[in-house]
């Protein structure tokens, strides 16, 4: 319930299914994140990489998550989600300032990320947080309907 004080930690083996399901649910909002329905949460749960994965927890409840991953070239892309209800509370910017000090304790010189160019919300918890836009994909998403979606690059020096 929005209210209840909200922790950020590093996700292990049993936040797999809450995980999974949280990403289902925004999956559905087909909005935010590049995924549509329908998600196959089983499987969606079992194959998560938890390293590089954080957690937004309220309760025993996970209402967010943020996962980082590691390229072989110093920098780190970004994906995140935030539940609905939760969202416009700080859960985003606490997940993604612990992601931030995260990759800079393990010497990761940038973090990326894609983002609809419609996600007014995304872009500016991006652009809060010191990324800038660095280019544009032009019609480069599919949705299942039909239409095809800008999406922006943005990157933030460490
Ligand atoms: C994008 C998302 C992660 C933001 O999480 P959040 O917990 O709502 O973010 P916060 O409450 O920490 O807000 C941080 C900043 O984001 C911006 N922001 C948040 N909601 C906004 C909105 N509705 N409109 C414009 N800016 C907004 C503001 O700059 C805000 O800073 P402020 O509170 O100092 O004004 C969340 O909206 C979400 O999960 N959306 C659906 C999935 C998605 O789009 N993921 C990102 C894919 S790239």
Redesign the pocket.
């Known amino acids: 319930m929005p209210g209840v004080p909200v922790q950020i930690r590093l996700a292990r083996d049993d936040d797999r299914l809450p995980l999974a399901l949280l990403f289902a649910a925004?999956a559905e909002?087909r909005?935010?994140?590049?995924t549509e329905p329908p998600v196959d949460v089983e499987a969606r749960a079992a194959s998560w990489t938890l390293d590089g994965t954080f957690v937004?927890v309220a309760g025993a409840e996970i209402v967010?998550s943020?996962h980082l991953k590691r390229s072989r070239h110093g920098f780190g892309e970004?994906?995140?989600?935030?539940?609905?209800e939760?969202?416009?509370?700080?859960?985003?910017?606490?997940?993604?300032a612990a992601a931030i000090e995260w990759a800079r304790e393990r010497g990761l010189h940038k973090l990326s990320?894609?983002?609809?160019a419609h996600?007014?919300?995304?872009?500016?918890?991006?652009?809060?947080f010191g990324f800038i836009e660095e280019g544009r994909r032009v019609k480069h998403y599919r949705r299942a309907s039909g239409e095809l979606w800008d999406s922006i690059e943005m990157g933030l020096l460490l």
């Open positions: 925004v909002e909005d935010g994140i590049a937004a967010g943020l970004v994906g995140m989600a935030v539940g609905r939760w969202r416009g509370r700080g859960v985003g910017s606490a997940l993604l990320l894609g983002v609809f996600n007014e919300a995304a872009i500016g918890l991006y652009r809060k």
